[in-house]
């Protein structure tokens, strides 16, 4: 193989591994739910898809790189629609934000007199 592709593929795969490593680093170092979630979908989602391209870069296979960038998609699609529907929920069943959090946008709608 190519010793570029070969360099190329490891730099994405390190990038990637960094920021699934600043993800689960903010599942244990956040303080509420809703800013765990947020790290786990966007740091995750990134390094999840940066790794998945450094796989579709790596492969010669076209069936390879096909469901590599296909799943690249989906991590793109599914990641922030369900981090979206379970901090609602999680609204929804009483768990509000910690006391860092500036503005919380949906008291206002849930109860607009307070």
Partial sequence: MN???EIITGLMLIIGA???????IG????????MRMHAASKAGTLGSGVMLLALAVH??????VT???????????TAPI??????KAAYAAG?????DTK???LAKKVHPDG
């Fill in 3 to 5: 010793p570029f592709v």
């Fill in 27 to 34: 599942l244990i170092r956040l303080k509420d739910v809703y």
């Fill in 95 to 99: 768990y509000r934000p910690c006391a």
């Fill in 59 to 64: 492969a010669s296979d076209l069936a390879v």
């Fill in 18 to 24: 960094s920021f699934a490593l600043v993800a689960s």
């Fill in 103 to 105: 503005e919380d946008a």
């Fill in 67 to 77: 469901r590599a960038i296909a799943g690249v998609v989906f991590f793109l699609l």
């Fill in 82 to 87: 369900s981090a979206h529907l379970l901090a």
